[in-house]
């Protein structure tokens, strides 16, 4: 049995985080009035929630009933899900099933804050190819055959679904190459696919799954399978920073304008962003993609979330807006995650498959609430409480 030695760069964040914890509970220092704490989950009545049409309430029990599969051993949702599966499909029924089950605890982030910040995403599709061609020159990896991944809160509790990614050099362990690396030099990986234009591999990897449109009509889906370990950063805010685009105006037409209009910096764009995603082949089919819960995403009712705030599998209800003011309102099913979708209330909702599904995905920057229904006398996830 061998070992693998981490380097002091991978092992220091962790051994700071554990420091600064015992010199905050050991140090002596003068006492100050503490700033209020912020409760995540704020315990509220159901006619606390905004209205919302039967179609919607019907759609969205649908979908989040649809993860009940992988939920059937959860202790949290277990016996919620058991009994939902004799519910009738009808408004009055699965009301009446929601308020005897579910307790209603609205969302709140610091300073505690009702709204947040809603986005969309989408199963985008590409022109591609199994083989390299003239056109086709920009492969879609699978995943390296190279790279280690290391679980952290196997030893260190408080790094919770924290992970790094590496390649074995000897005996130790470095960080894998960043995204530019990756496109200069390739990686040690099966390429699934070959795409003609690196601007759709850095959407494709954003939306974390699509589909490769082949020569022959047919389609290959893809699916999210790891990544390279590097912190995603928003190629739309590096234009900002660069003053090509101002906050306001970004949506993916407007990066992807921006790169056909100025090519010979779109490697330049691109490096900006050191995240690299892999992928796998997905099923084939009209299902939607599967999410990070692993059921297939139902379009306009699955979302994704801060999986740190809200498990997978739990029921939310949405208000928000399209980007063009009109009001969304409806139950949604936690179903996936994102590196980007980090904070209280934020959700990722997933609009469905191909250009007009990516249009409003692409637009969709709009607040949004967010309340949690939760199974009654199940205990609250353990989300630390923000200070101001």
């Keep these: 049995m061998t070992t693998t030695r981490i380097t002091a760069a991978f092992i220091r964040p962790a051994l700071i985080i554990l420091g600064l914890a015992l010199l905050t509970s050991c140090a002596v220092s003068p006492q100050r009035p503490s700033a209020p704490a912020t409760r995540t989950y704020v315990k509220a009545d159901w006619k606390a929630l905004p209205a919302v049409s039967d179609a919607d309430l019907q759609a969205g029990f649908a979908a989040w009933r649809s993860s009940c599969p992988r939920l059937k051993t ?13 519910v009738p499909v009808s408004p009055a029924a699965i009301r009446q099933f929601l308020q005897n089950t579910l307790d209603v605890y609205a969302l709140r982030a610091g300073g505690n804050r009702a709204d947040g910040l809603i986005t969309g995403y989408y199963e985008p599709i590409y022109p591609g190819s199994l ?12 995943v390296p055959t190279d790279m280690v991944s290391v679980q952290l809160d196997s030893l260190y509790p408080e790094l919770k679904g924290k992970r790094l990614r590496g390649r074995v050099d000897g005996r130790v362990l470095k960080p894998y190459d960043d995204a530019a690396t990756i496109a200069a030099k390739g990686v040690k990986a099966p390429v699934l696919a070959w795409l003609g234009n690196p601007m759709d591999l850095q959407f494709l990897q954003i939306q974390g799954s699509g589909r490769i449109v082949l ?8 699916a999210y399978a790891d990544q390279n370990g590097h912190p995603y950063r928003p190629i739309g ?13 970004v949506t993916m ?8 209009a100025h090519p010979t910096r779109v490697a ?44 997978l599998g739990s029921l939310l209800w ?19 995650t994102g590196g980007a979708i980090a904070g209280e209330v934020r959700a990722d909702l997933f609009w469905g498959t191909g250009d007009a599904a990516g249009k409003l995905a692409g637009d969709m920057k709009q607040k949004g609430s967010l309340w949690m229904l939760w199974p009654k006398g199940a205990a609250l996830p353990k989300a630390p409480d923000k200070s101001e």
């Design 74 to 86: 959860d202790a949290t949702w277990a016996t919620t899900c058991s009994a939902a599966a004799d």
């Design 131 to 142: 083989t390299r061609t003239a056109k086709a020159t920009v492969p879609v990896y699978g």
């Design 215 to 222: 020569d022959d009509g047919r389609h290959l889906r893809i």
């Design 237 to 249: 805010r590096w234009l900002v920073e660069q003053g090509e685009l101002k906050k306001e105006d």
């Design 253 to 260: 037409d407007a990066i992807r304008a921006w790169a056909n």
């Design 268 to 311: 330049e764009l691109l490096a900006s962003n050191p995240s690299y995603v892999f992928f796998a082949k997905g099923p084939e089919g009209d299902e939607g993609p599967r999410g990070s819960l692993n059921v297939p995403l139902t379009a306009g009712y699955s979302v994704a979330v801060d999986r740190t705030v809200v498990p």
């Design 318 to 336: 949405l208000s928000t807006t399209r980007p063009d003011g009109t009001a969304v309102v409806r139950p949604v099913a936690a179903q996936d």
